[in-house]
Every structure is written in C-alpha cells, then in structure tokens.
C-alpha cells in the first residue's frame, strides 16, 4: 500500500489566513453597522415616544384648563371647605380676573388663555345691527355699497325669496356660484360669500364678529380693533385704558359714547356664551384649543361645546 503526502507551500497558508482574516473584520465592521443602526433606531423610538408624550400631556392639560374655565365662569365664589385645603389649587388672582374682550392671560406655567365674550363681537346672523353699518360706513364704503352687502347678506338668510331691491326676486345663486340659503348662518361661510371682493375687509370682520355673536352687545367685552373701528380714538383709548386697570363701570359706559348712538342694543353684562382660545407649550409640544360654549347651570352637564376644534 502505498501512502502519498503532499506537503502545501507556506505561501499558500498565509494567503488563506490572510483571507480568514478579512472575512472575520468584514463580518465585524457588518454587525458594528447593524448594531450602530439599532441604536439608532432605539434612540429615534425613544424621541418619538417623549413627543408624543409630550403632546399627550399638552391635550391633558387644555382639557383641563377648559374644564377649570367653565368652573370658574359658573362660580360665584370659590372656597375650601376640605381639611387639608393647602393641598388644593385654587385659582390665582390672575385666573379670576380673566377679561371678556379676548386679550391673552398666562394661566399657569405654559399655558396662555384668552376668552372672549360672545356679545362682545357684531352678530353675523344679523347684518341689520345698527353697529354693522356704523362699521362699514367708517371704513369709508359709500353708502350705495353698504347698502348692497346688507341687503344680499339678509337675503341668504331670511325664508322669503323676495329680493332686498323693492320688487325684484332673489337670484338662484350669488356671483360666485353659491346659492342662497335661505336660513340663518351655521359658520362664516356666508359672511365670506358677502365680502368676498374684499379680502382685506373681510379679514378684519372675521376677527371682530362671530356667528353666535349677540344682538345685544356688550362693548366692554369688544376686542380693541372692533372699538377703534366703531369709536373714535379717545372714546376708544379711554375704554380700554378704564377696563386694563379694572376701574370700568359698566353702568356708566354708556355715558362715554356719542349721544346719536341708539343704545336699546347695547348692555352692561356678560352674556352665557364665549369663544376660549388655549395655547399650551409642553416640552417639544404646541396645542392650541378653540372652543365656543354656551353655559347653562340649569343643565346637566351645565354648558354645551358649539365649536370644540
């Protein structure tokens, strides 16, 4: 029997380790790779869970401040009758001097406030309200124009289709296509539709009126630009000077406007429904809130969300 050796060149040993060599730092500069981009991705997963986190508690904590909101506009007063009553939060001086004309108040730590009382904005069910006029009319559009957005606006609301131009007949449709509702204004889509050839106009009625505004109006409740655009300066100033520093006496504000100003419209009291507007900044988080709501304490619950967006 015959055995054979053969015996491989030392060269050809090196090579091989060599080869082993580069395959194993290959395999480890992979799994270095693939571990790099699971940490990656962990790190990405943690980010993402703390944002939404984050938004999470921002939502929680507008939640609450509505609900704080509508506490505090159906209270009368506020007193601890617990044991342990400096355990409880009671509402801040600041809190409950929240004004009714829409200017921003810091309601606790990251959270800003503003509420605004809905007979503080012109009605926009009702474009017959002496104040629309007086506030188009300083807005210096002729009297012929003016006359003609009341007219088309208290068309598409009214039951009838008699026109607002003595003897003629409402139109099938508005010159923009959209036709006549024959109902009051559910949302500022007709107030759009009217004044819809004037963009700038337009923008400055969308902020000063309201769908669920009030025919009697409230003007310690009006936003600064709705009293500039309906008074002239000092009446203006000296409202919003007397009711910053809570020095307004809501009986006597009458005394303040011009004398040709029917005032059977204008009131001196809240009404039971507001716009609350909340901005909460939680971390990384932004939440904003718009609410329009009703408050009736006869009711359970005692208020109704009309606009919760």
């Given at each position: 029997m015959t055995s054979v050796i053969v015996n491989r060149p030392r060269q050809a040993l090196g090579q091989e380790s060599g080869v082993a060599l580069l395959q194993v730092l290959l395999l480890g500069a992979v799994m270095s790779l693939i571990a790099i981009r699971f940490t990656e991705t962990a790190h990405?997963?943690?980010?993402?869970?703390?944002?939404?986190?984050?938004?999470?508690?921002?939502?929680?904590?507008?939640?609450?401040?509505?609900?704080?909101?509508?506490?505090?506009?159906?209270?009368?007063?506020?007193?601890?009758?617990?044991?342990?009553?400096?355990?409880?939060?009671?509402?801040?001086?600041?809190?409950?001097?929240?004004?009714?004309?829409?200017?921003?108040?810091?309601?606790?730590?990251?959270?800003?406030?503003?509420?605004?009382?809905?007979?503080?904005?012109?009605?926009?069910i009702f474009p017959?309200?002496?104040?629309?006029?007086?506030?188009?009319?300083?807005?210096?559009?002729?009297m012929e124009q003016i006359r003609k957005y009341i007219g088309v606006w208290e068309d598409?609301?009214?039951?009838?289709?008699?026109?607002?131009?003595?003897?003629?007949?409402?139109?099938?449709?508005?010159?923009?296509?959209?036709?006549?509702?024959?109902?009051?204004?559910?949302?500022?889509?007709?107030?759009?539709?009217?004044?819809?050839d004037r963009p700038d106009l337009l923008s400055e009625l969308l902020v000063v009126s309201d769908v669920h505004g009030k025919f009697d109006t409230n003007p310690a409740n009006y936003p600064n630009?709705?009293?500039?655009?309906?008074?002239?300066?000092?009446?203006?100033?000296?409202?919003?000077?007397?009711?910053?520093?809570?020095?307004?006496?809501?009986?006597?504000?009458?005394l303040l406007f011009p004398e040709e100003l029917n005032k059977n419209y204008v009131v001196n009291y809240n009404s039971n429904g507001f716009k609350l507007n909340i901005h909460v900044e939680h971390g990384a988080a932004r939440w904003h809130a718009l609410h329009t709501i009703i408050l009736n304490a006869g009711n359970n619950p005692p208020y109704k969300l009309i606009l919760n967006n």
């Amino acid at each position: 029997m015959t055995s054979v050796i053969v015996n491989r060149p030392r060269q050809a040993l090196g090579q091989e380790s060599g080869v082993a060599l580069l395959q194993v730092l290959l395999l480890g500069a992979v799994m270095s790779l693939i571990a790099i981009r699971f940490t990656e991705t962990a790190h990405n997963q943690v980010a993402i869970s703390g944002q939404i986190e984050d938004r999470v508690r921002a939502q929680l904590a507008a939640h609450s401040v509505r609900s704080e909101v509508i506490f505090l506009k159906l209270s009368s007063s506020i007193e601890a009758r617990q044991l342990d009553a400096a355990a409880l939060e009671l509402p801040s001086e600041g809190r409950l001097r929240v004004n009714g004309y829409g200017e921003s108040i810091v309601w606790r730590e990251g959270v800003e406030v503003s509420l605004q009382d809905l007979n503080g904005l012109l009605p926009q069910i009702f474009p017959g309200h002496p104040f629309w006029h007086r506030f188009l009319s300083r807005k210096s559009i002729e009297m012929e124009q003016i006359r003609k957005y009341i007219g088309v606006w208290e068309d598409i609301q009214d039951s009838d289709t008699d026109s607002w131009q003595i003897g003629g007949v409402e139109p099938v449709t508005l010159p923009t296509g959209e036709g006549y509702l024959n109902g009051y204004a559910q949302n500022d889509k007709v107030i759009r539709w009217v004044f819809q050839d004037r963009p700038d106009l337009l923008s400055e009625l969308l902020v000063v009126s309201d769908v669920h505004g009030k025919f009697d109006t409230n003007p310690a409740n009006y936003p600064n630009s709705l009293l500039n655009a309906l008074f002239d300066e000092d009446i203006a100033a000296n409202v919003i000077s007397q009711r910053e520093s809570s020095k307004l006496e809501r009986a006597k504000l009458n005394l303040l406007f011009p004398e040709e100003l029917n005032k059977n419209y204008v009131v001196n009291y809240n009404s039971n429904g507001f716009k609350l507007n909340i901005h909460v900044e939680h971390g990384a988080a932004r939440w904003h809130a718009l609410h329009t709501i009703i408050l009736n304490a006869g009711n359970n619950p005692p208020y109704k969300l009309i606009l919760n967006n």
